[in-house]
């Protein structure tokens, strides 16, 4: 606070009496009094004007004060503009060498003041993660410097003053202008993957837009590597009813009916971000029983309980020539990927059949009533064909001898008119 008391006496005190040394802002009208608080707000553009003794390269001591007091406005990490700097010494060509010296004198106290070879700032920089939403980190720039000796002779009027009254011949003018481009660059950030992408498997699709597995938005640091993801398929059903197990739960019963393993060289740990979203897409190959069936798509999700699978936000999509089951997903869910749905005590029995041994093929544990029971999801008739119950034959994924193509229509993949939430 008294570093900008003595900031805006400077200022005041330059703008009212037309003081050569000083900190000033440019401007075409004199500045009142009243409106130099707000002026002097993390200014656009402000100036420090020295004068030296006659002969002299040195600044002054008595200077002091008001190279901190620049100092301590364009260098403080809290101050959001981001300055380059521009010195300039006025004279004449038989003076050019003590211009050029007093030139680095003022150079050299900016460097002194960050223990550099060159001036260096450091500053809060606002960005935008998709791992913690909005925060900020401290970067470190050298702050660009323009150094010119300029031959009053050879300069229009306009040129020879600030503010159109303080003559700048014999002086040093060190101007400060916000330009966050020059400084730290464009900034763009970092974007994982760096377009919309689409992986596919043979029945699966993983749907990714721009930075949905990462992305920071004006951030200049490194970008990690690119990502890369596979789909490992585990949608025979088959395959599945033989080896049958339930989606893990305690407390739910959640029958899966197959599964896909997503794996990614990039992952997020449990509780390690704050702000992700549901924005990668997985979508499965449907029939209409399925759909019927209000199959839900499940993930593991994390809880101050532990870990637990939970239904994504699950959407039947009609656009293109198959109908595709879609669940909604973020980077911490990269894992197994279940096709499942969650039924009651009471409905067991209308998807299984009893077993009479937990080592039966395909037997399961399920409590009901309080009570430990087994269960298979098939049988096998006579022919030595696979029978299910209808509900659960209803879920499967059984065609046979027809041919299928799963490629989808032209359009928006992420936005198709005849998306339907299943509940």
Known sequence: MNRLIIILFLALAAGAWGQSSGLHIPSEKPIKPKDLPRAWTNPEVFCLLLHFDEGDSSYRVGDLDLLDSAYDVAFSRDNPRLYTMSIE??????????MQSRIESV???????????????YAYNPI?????????????????????????ADLPDSRKFLNKDIALEGTVLVTFRHNPIECIGGSSGCFIPAQDSNIRAYYTQLILKKGSVYSVLNTRDECPPPVTITIDEHLDYRQMVEKYFLVPHRRNIILPIGYVVLHSSFNRKPDECTALTDSIFVRFPVTEEQIESRLKVYAKKYTPKGMEYKPLATKKIKGGPVLMLQGALNPSQFDTIFIAKRITEDEVSKYLYPADSPTEQGAVTIVVKGEERYFKPFRVNSKGEYEFKKPFRNMLRIIEDEEESLEQEGGNPFINDGDEEID
């Not at 935008?128 to 009053?152: A, M, N, W």
């Open 107 to 121: 150079y050299r106290y900016f460097t002194m003041r960050g223990h550099e070879i060159v001036p260096v700032r």
């Open 128 to 152: 935008h993660c998709s791992c913690h939403g909005d925060t900020v980190e401290l970067i470190r720039f050298e702050v660009p410097t323009d150094k010119q000796v300029y031959d009053c």
């Open 89 to 98: 010494a006025y004279g004449h060509p038989y003076d050019s060498s003590l």
